[in-house]
């Protein structure tokens, strides 16, 4: 069956009525429904997305018509495409959300963020890892040498403070009084969670107690 034709249309009409469609909408309207579309469905949306949901009112052809393409109204509401998202955007985004956080973003962050960050799956497709993106980003991301160290020093001091070697719950203890310690299982999984993990804390702090001068007693007390 042959294809219907086309009508010829005016030029010059044609952009009468899409101008007509623009003035219906403020482009600030348009960004602000994408906003409330991602608050409501809990993620950036596609056109099919928003199309469905039942409180947006402008159509999606009418933000490409304001913005030039879908993608291009996302970004102008401070949403990343889903898909097609670029390095830059990606590493833009942990910037502009580290500034707003005032340290380092988290996986954890993301997934609090999800209705305008990238989702922590996109960022380890693209980058790799989490880790790898945050460096690129120009974070001051430590490697796991560095924080195991860094882990190590603050179980020396803790132990010190206690006056012997820390249990897991003394250092859940310890960082209500002092948040910038690494949580609890943040060291354990440095352990890969393994049976026996904490000991083996434990036992790095009692060697490195022992080379500063401090004798570690079988039942994990600090003398001298």
Do not use: C
Request: hydrophobic share 35%; no cysteine.
């Amino acid at each position: 069956m042959a294809r219907k034709r086309v009508p010829d249309v005016d030029p010059a009409e044609l952009e009468a009525f899409r101008a007509g469609i623009r003035r219906r909408y403020s482009d600030d309207q348009i960004l602000e429904e994408l906003r409330a579309s991602a608050r409501r469905i809990g993620r950036s949306p596609t056109m099919k997305e928003f199309a469905a949901d039942p409180e947006t009112t402008a159509h999606p052809q009418t933000v490409i018509e304001h913005f030039g393409s879908w993608n291009a109204a996302k970004r102008a509401a401070g949403l990343v495409p889903r898909r097609f998202a670029t390095r830059e955007d990606l590493l833009r985004q942990l910037r502009d959300l580290g500034q707003e956080l005032g340290r380092t973003p988290t996986a954890k962050d993301l997934e609090e963020h999800r209705t305008t960050m990238p989702s922590k799956s996109l960022y380890w497709h693209t980058f790799g890892s989490l880790t790898t993106a945050l460096r690129e980003a120009g974070f001051d991301v430590p490697t796991e040498e560095e924080r195991l160290e860094r882990a190590v020093e603050q179980g020396v001091g803790v132990a010190r403070a206690l006056g012997r070697l820390p249990k897991f719950a003394d250092w859940k203890a310890a960082r209500t009084d002092d948040e910038s310690l690494m949580t609890e299982w943040q060291i354990y999984r440095m352990f890969e969670s393994r049976r026996g993990a904490w000991t083996m804390f434990q036992f790095l702090i009692s060697k490195r107690l022992r080379e500063e001068g401090v004798e570690v007693t079988p039942e994990g007390r600090l003398e001298g």
